[in-house]
């Protein structure tokens, strides 16, 4: 399959769904919270747990959700990052965690098997971009699983604060006593997708959220700041991502060879037949493939496979009815010689960073996009 820009219309059930603030209808299995503690910034002040079950063994997660004024504003105190992730509470019943997608911007996903039985049951979204984040718009975080048996696995979604990586290459870090529980599913009670030719998901209009703000009074709690570590997130202009590569290539040069964790950043979207190409000639034994694309409303919408998995892949786009452009980013664990002949070798690859003492590989195709833009 090639994935074109073609876009698709998602098929969902209908059940209605009443607010505190106000009344819609919705899909079966969607959940709202509000959160009236507008400090808590981290945990949005409003959205929804949407699921939905795609075939008997594969479903479907969705968060949307908003944040106001004032919780952005606490967000740009601290160094902390928004933080979301979807778990199998159980930690026990789900396979996979086959992909997921996020228009909140530079966002940074981890596929976490908990219990290290060779599942995973934790899938992470981290907004490392956070100051693009603005108040009153629509983000999201998209997932999907896949399960045998007759268990009846129950998902759950959180939202915390997450901390820089404590080791180059190593996750981002939650914050103690951050996490918040949004709400959850157990997989029996999801219904199966109809042909009913609709939205992805409710979305609350302008007004809506307006009717939601003037129902919550801000309460006033001490916030201290944390230091940033500059190397990322001061990239602003091509000059700073040209010296932050230089000094990407540098390190790499000098490595030793043995296995590193690495991000390598294309400069411009490739197809999968393309990147696959490049994986295997390169022996770069990539693990989780970032890809690009836009929604309706032309919001940049960040995918991640957990594996070059075609039909996930496919099954993303077609559900939220996605503009796919290609493959943008990969990550993983390679010796620095593949990753060295691969960065002199292979033309699409714009940068290689990998993880060593000064240096956390992130990934640069969202700070190169706002330079172009």
Request: aromatic letters at 12%.
């Amino acid at each position: 399959m090639t994935l074109t820009s073609k876009k698709f219309v998602t098929c969902l059930a209908v059940v209605a769904l009443s607010f505190s603030a106000f009344s819609t209808s919705a899909f079966a299995a969607t959940k709202t919270w509000t959160n009236n503690t507008l400090t808590n910034w981290d945990k949005p002040i409003s959205g929804t747990f949407t699921a939905e079950k795609i075939s008997s063994t594969l479903a479907y997660n969705e968060l949307d959700f908003w944040w106001s004024a004032s919780q952005v504003d606490y967000m740009s105190w601290v160094a902390n990052y928004p933080t979301f992730d979807f778990r199998d509470n159980g930690k026990s019943a789900l396979d996979s965690g086959g992909g997921a997608s996020s228009n909140l911007p530079d966002p940074k996903f981890d596929f976490e098997d908990d219990n290290s039985d060779g599942k995973v049951d934790e899938i992470e979204v981290v907004a490392v971009g956070k100051a693009e984040i603005q108040d009153l718009v629509d983000y999201n975080f998209y997932a999907s699983w896949s399960k045998s048996g007759s268990s009846n696995p129950y998902m759950i979604a959180y939202s915390s604060m997450s901390g820089s990586p404590l080791f180059p290459g190593g996750d981002f870090n939650t914050i103690p006593n951050s996490t918040d529980s949004l709400a959850g599913h157990y997989w029996n009670d999801l219904s199966t997708m109809s042909t009913l030719m609709l939205d992805q998901s409710y979305i609350p209009t302008w007004d809506e959220k307006m009717e939601i703000l003037n129902q919550i009074e801000l309460q006033s709690n001490d916030s201290e700041g944390q230091v940033v570590s500059p190397s990322y997130k001061g990239l602003k202009t091509a000059d700073d991502i040209a010296s932050y590569i230089s000094l990407a290539d540098s390190v790499l040069s000098s490595a030793v060879d043995q296995e590193y964790k690495y991000k390598i950043t294309f400069n411009k979207p490739l197809t999968l037949e393309e990147v696959t190409t490049m994986n295997e000639q390169n022996q770069l034994s990539s693990s989780v493939f970032y890809a690009r694309a836009f929604n309706e409303k032309g919001d940049r919408v960040t995918i991640a496979l957990n594996g070059l998995n075609e039909d996930v892949l496919k099954q993303i786009v077609e559900n939220q009815n996605l503009d796919f452009k290609g493959f943008i980013e990969i990550e993983g664990q390679a010796s620095s010689d593949d990753l060295k002949k691969a960065r002199d070798s292979e033309a699409n690859i714009f940068s290689v960073e990998i993880g060593t003492e000064g240096i956390q590989p992130n990934g640069l195709y969202w700070k190169l996009e706002n330079t172009r833009n």
